[in-house]
T-cell receptor, first 116, second 115 residues
């Protein structure tokens, strides 16, 4: 079974600064996907960024980028130029692409507060 | 193109009643996943369905919970004889028809409160 660990229950960052959220996972699979989801107070789950394990290049989406270290099973999210709208819960998630079911396994989340 | 729709958004039930949660996937999507989010927790997988088939129900509690995705109409998550511990947010997600898709699009969730 896969597990996803987010070791930072809460973090805060000043507006316009950079923050990094940590995520580690445990799996014996070689083919999988990793995701970061954002859940603002509205509770809507919003996909922030995804990474395919077979790709060595780190994914980037505007101000969001990841540091994917496959050997270390680490998948951190960096948010640059933080904005007030980035305040939310952030969940790291794992998907085993080799299985017949593409269920997502989520970490417990990191609550990020962006301070004006 | 409308997103994933869930209704109701909020549902209050007394202990022992039944709860029915509905999920309409995005147009063209025939795969539906249900997840449960307990307070202060991440989402946990419950069940994966395709039209008229349950593909993976490894996350479903053994009793009182059932799910279906009929040929016509929304997917339904049914909880019989609800208890206080069922209070949670229930999310569904849908993915496209083609195989090997890992992209799941989430609905806004249904918040179930059991009194």
């Amino acid at each position: 079974a896969q597990t996803v660990t987010q070791s930072q229950p809460e973090m805060s960052v000043q507006e316009a600064e950079t923050v990094t959220l940590s995520c580690t996972y445990d799996t014996s699979e070689s083919n999988y996907y990793l995701f970061w989801y954002k859940q603002p107070p509205s509770r809507q789950m919003i996909l922030v960024i995804r990474q395919e394990a077979y790709k060595q290049q780190n994914a980037t989406e505007n101000r969001f980028s990841v540091n994917f270290q496959k050997a270390a099973k680490s998948f951190s999210l960096k948010i640059s130029d933080s904005q007030l709208g980035d305040t939310a819960m952030y969940f790291c998630a794992f998907c085993n692409s080799g299985a017949g079911s593409y269920q997502l396994t989520f970490g417990k989340g990191t609550k990020l507060s962006v301070i004006p | 193109n409308a997103g994933v729709m869930q209704n109701p958004r909020h549902l209050v039930r007394r202990r022992g009643q039944e709860a029915r949660l509905r999920c309409s996937p995005m147009k063209g999507h025939s795969h539906v996943y249900w997840y449960r989010q307990l307070p202060e927790e991440g989402l946990k997988f419950m069940v994966y369905l395709q039209k008229e088939n349950i593909i993976d129900e490894s996350g479903m509690p053994k009793e009182r919970f059932s799910a279906e995705f009929p040929k016509e109409g929304p997917s339904i998550l049914r909880i019989q004889q609800v208890v206080r511990g069922d209070s949670a947010a229930y999310f569904c997600a849908s993915s496209p028809e083609y195989i090997k898709s890992d992209e799941q699009y989430f609905g806004p969730g249904t918040r179930l409160t059991v009194t």
